[in-house]
């Protein structure tokens, strides 16, 4: 069965103070991986996709990478404002399906 | 260019009533999602359309149905309603089936 698990469930960060969040799946073919970002009451913003080992993503003070088994994603010197859950999906090879399987997020907070 | 909009984003119903919930797709996206979000079970596929057509439906009971018209935009039914229905629900829009899937704010349902 394919799966997809995030750690760790929550983060604190002191404002600047860099981590790395964990997206591990285990998936029959990953056609691609994608990183959002949720704000309370809001949907998920899209921040990444990565299709291949190896492949990496920058955005701002957010980086993504991916293994074959995982992906990271890289908060450097994160400010109040990245406060927020952080959710993988992965899509899977299985006809044209365009099927996201999610997650249950890392929530992040960044203190001043 | 504008988003997806979800309409109404909030409604409070009562158990074994039903609802119609509406998504309009950002201008020329073809494929619409749709997800349940709740605290315990996290992102959940409902269903896909593209072209009018449901492509692909995640495991919830047939109380759940959609459909899609030509202009795209894309409406969900849930009848019979339970209080276990209440969640966040999220329509997602794409340009193609297996691109990246953009989101709406969501739409809060509260059954009572």
């Known amino acids: 069965e394919d799966q997809v698990t995030q750690s760790p469930e929550a983060l604190r960060l002191q404002e600047g103070e860099s981590s790395s969040l964990n997206c591990s799946y285990t998936?029959?073919?990953?056609?691609?991986l994608f990183w959002y970002r949720q704000d309370p009451g809001k949907g998920p913003e899209f921040l990444f996709t990565l299709y291949s080992a190896g492949e990496e993503k920058e955005k701002e003070r957010l980086k993504a990478t991916l293994t074959k088994k995982e992906s990271f994603l890289h908060i450097t010197a994160p400010k109040p404002e990245d406060s927020a859950t952080y959710l993988c999906a992965v899509q899977v090879y299985g006809g044209a399906t365009n099927k996201l399987i999610f997650g249950t997020g890392t929530l992040l907070a960044v203190q001043p | 260019k504008a988003g997806v909009t979800q309409t109404p984003r909030y409604l409070i119903k009562t158990r074994g009533q039903q609802v119609t919930l509406s998504c309009s797709p950002i201008s020329g996206h073809r494929s619409v999602s749709w997800y349940q979000q709740t605290p315990g079970q996290g992102l959940q596929f409902l269903f896909e359309?593209?072209?009018?057509?449901?492509?692909n439906k995640g495991n919830f009971p047939g109380r759940f149905s959609g459909r899609q018209f030509s202009n795209s935009r894309s409406e969900m039914n849930v009848s019979t309603l339970e209080l276990g229905d209440s969640a966040l629900y999220l329509c997602?829009?794409?340009?193609?089936?297996?691109?990246?899937?953009?989101f709406g704010p969501g739409t809060r349902l509260t059954v009572l």
């Open positions: 359309y593209f072209s009018e057509t449901q492509r």
């Open positions: 997602a829009s794409s340009l193609e089936p297996t691109d990246t899937q953009y």
């Open positions: 998936v029959s073919g990953l056609r691609g």
